[in-house]
């Protein structure tokens, strides 16, 4: 079976450092893009950050670029977001998710989240 399973989140302090990792189950990772999304409450799901299936191209969102950076270990079927300098407003549920084009069309897969709390 398909299956992301995300870990590494929690409670943190402003300008604290947390890692998120996302192991991969059931699928041919390194196909794959790779992405973290996240969602704060009242808000629409947000691309934080992608890499391709080789992993040599990436994209971070704006607001965190500089701060965030993604990676992935396709030895090990898994995708990391290293978070430095977390401010409050990442405060969100982060989601992993898997995208490739196939060539029937679109396929993705998501994770169940973990929440990233950013708190004094």
């Known amino acids: 079976q398909v299956q992301l399973v995300e870990s590494g989140g929690g409670l943190v302090q402003p300008g604290g450092s947390l890692s998120l990792s996302c192991a991969a189950f059931?699928?041919?990772?390194?196909?794959?893009?790779m992405s973290w999304y996240r969602q704060a409450p009242g808000m629409e799901r947000e691309l934080v950050a992608n890499?391709?299936?080789?992993?040599?191209?990436?994209y971070i969102v704006d607001s965190v670029k500089g701060r965030f950076a993604i990676s992935r270990d396709n030895s090990a079927d898994t995708v990391y977001l290293q978070m430095n300098r977390l401010k409050p407003g990442d405060t969100a549920v982060y989601y992993c998710?898997?995208?490739?084009?196939?060539?029937?069309?679109?396929?993705?897969?998501w994770g169940q989240g973990t929440q990233v709390t950013v708190s004094s």
């Open positions: 059931g699928f041919r990772f390194s196909l794959y893009t």
């Open positions: 998710n898997a995208f490739r084009r196939a060539t029937w069309g679109p396929v993705d897969y």
């Open positions: 890499i391709s299936g080789g992993g040599i191209s990436t």
